[in-house]
């Protein structure tokens, strides 16, 4: 059954859309259905919309991640106990066995990075049509063909063996596991496509990996520029993308790199951080899960638009980056002693200014007047600050004090966040 479900999905998600018009008729058609049976099936939906009118739900009140958590019971349309479902979900996380469910229905937690966790319920219809969706978006050659498959994961929700055939042949590799060992489990393993969070391919690199596939995939971290290059030119391929959160499949690339929306499965409206910049929180509307509506939700992420259409033709609007969350925004002190916002990429441009032999960095912003850089290599001499000094220069901010120390990371368990803020 689920294998169906799988095969239908990949062969209904099209490859690419012709028009903007086709995609907006795809999404009113499916979004009217999906707020009818949501109306109906959630209880705190149906109290969130009341007064509005099923076609005004372009307006309707947007959700976020706490709001979700706090009425989680209410929210998902499946008639299962939240909390039994929290419990599930922590055992597997400690025991790394993710083949326990409460009747049809997989618990995920995401790997939350500021502490602030989210769980995700669904049904296994939805895990089979996910695959299908992905396939089609990731898979870049036929089905039928024979396929291996790595994914290297934080946790293994059963998506993945659940979906696997005589042809497709699904190898998880669980990054409790020393990096090491798993680098040695896929040289020997032969695959021809490797998902992996961009954070382990970078360190694939820094050991001179040898590892070949035909296809590379990053996924469930933010990749950055320096990161891309870095992986491309080792492995000579280029990088695809899956641009994911608990809350959905967002975004993947096409056959030239770029990522697009998967306006085919969302909608995906715009909370304008700077409009003229391009940069935006996604306000997302799933129209495929039912089981946990997931209607209006902002998400943290800030996305950055693409001025030009994609010259691969296909109409899902495409995104130049995703630069990161809202609290990888630095809050700096100006000269005049109000807060100034310093987006990731300013950061990130500066701390490359440093020096051309960085091979990795993290910055954090450790207090109001305190960064702390990693570098590796670890000893570089005579960094320059230039890039920092112009950066508060141009924004009029008082000078915080800079701490360069030894790079620490350990691509493991913890999500790689090379520009984060640590304090309020
Ligand atoms: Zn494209």
Not at 253 to 266: A, F, S
Not at 293 to 311: E, F, G, H, M, T
Not at 332 to 360: C, F, K, N, Y
């Amino acid at each position: 059954m689920s294998k169906l479900t799988t095969l239908i999905r990949y062969f209904r998600t099209p490859k690419r859309f012709k028009t903007r018009h086709s995609i907006t008729k795809l999404q009113d058609k499916a979004v009217c259905n999906h707020i009818k049976f949501v109306r109906q099936n959630s209880s705190f939906y149906r109290r969130l919309w009341d007064g509005y009118d099923d076609s005004q739900w372009r307006e309707f009140p947007i959700i976020d991640k706490s709001a979700m958590m706090d009425n989680l019971q209410d929210l998902i349309t499946a008639e299962l106990d939240v909390e039994q479902a929290r419990k599930l979900a922590e055992r597997a996380e400690k025991s790394r066995d993710f083949s326990s469910k409460i009747g049809p229905y997989s618990i995920g937690f995401s790997s939350g990075t500021s502490g602030f966790r989210g769980m995700h319920i669904v049904s296994e219809a939805e895990q089979a049509a996910w695959a299908g969706f992905m396939l089609a978006r990731g898979l870049g050659s036929s089905i039928f063909k024979k396929h291996r498959i790595g994914l290297v994961l934080r946790a293994n929700s059963n998506t993945y063996e659940s979906i696997g055939s005589s042809r497709i042949k699904f190898l998880f590799y669980d990054l409790m596991s020393p990096i090491d060992e798993i680098h040695d489990a896929i040289l020997g393993d032969n695959l021809d496509m490797l998902i992996c969070p961009p954070s382990v391919l970078s360190y694939f690199v820094d050991i001179g990996s040898k590892i070949k596939v035909k296809r590379l995939v990053s996924a469930a971290e933010v990749l950055e520029s320096t990161d891309r290059q870095k992986i491309e030119a080792h492995f000579g391929l280029t990088l695809h993308q899956f641009y994911s959160s608990t809350e959905g499949e967002i975004g993947a690339t096409c056959e030239l790199g770029k990522l697009h929306l998967n306006e085919d499965v969302m909608v995906v409206q715009k909370e304008w951080i700077d409009e003229e910049k391009g940069w935006y929180h996604p306000i997302i509307t799933d129209f495929r899960r039912t089981t946990q509506p997931i209607i209006r939700y902002r998400l943290n992420d800030i996305l950055v638009a693409s001025k030009q259409p994609c010259p691969c033709g296909d109409a899902r609007e495409s995104i130049d980056s995703v630069m990161g969350r809202s609290d990888d925004v630095f809050k700096l002190l100006s000269t005049d002693g109000s807060i100034e916002l310093v987006v990731p990429d300013l950061i990130r441009r500066a701390v490359m200014q440093m020096s051309d032999s960085i091979t990795a960095y993290i910055a954090i912003q450790k207090t109001r007047d305190a960064i702390q850089i990693q570098l590796q290599p670890d000893g570089l001499t005579n960094l320059s600050m230039a890039g920092f000094e112009q950066l508060w220069n141009s924004l009029s901010i008082k000078p915080p004090n800079i701490e360069v120390v030894p790079y620490t990371h350990i691509p493991s368990t913890m999500k790689l966040r090379r520009i984060h803020r640590q304090c309020d």
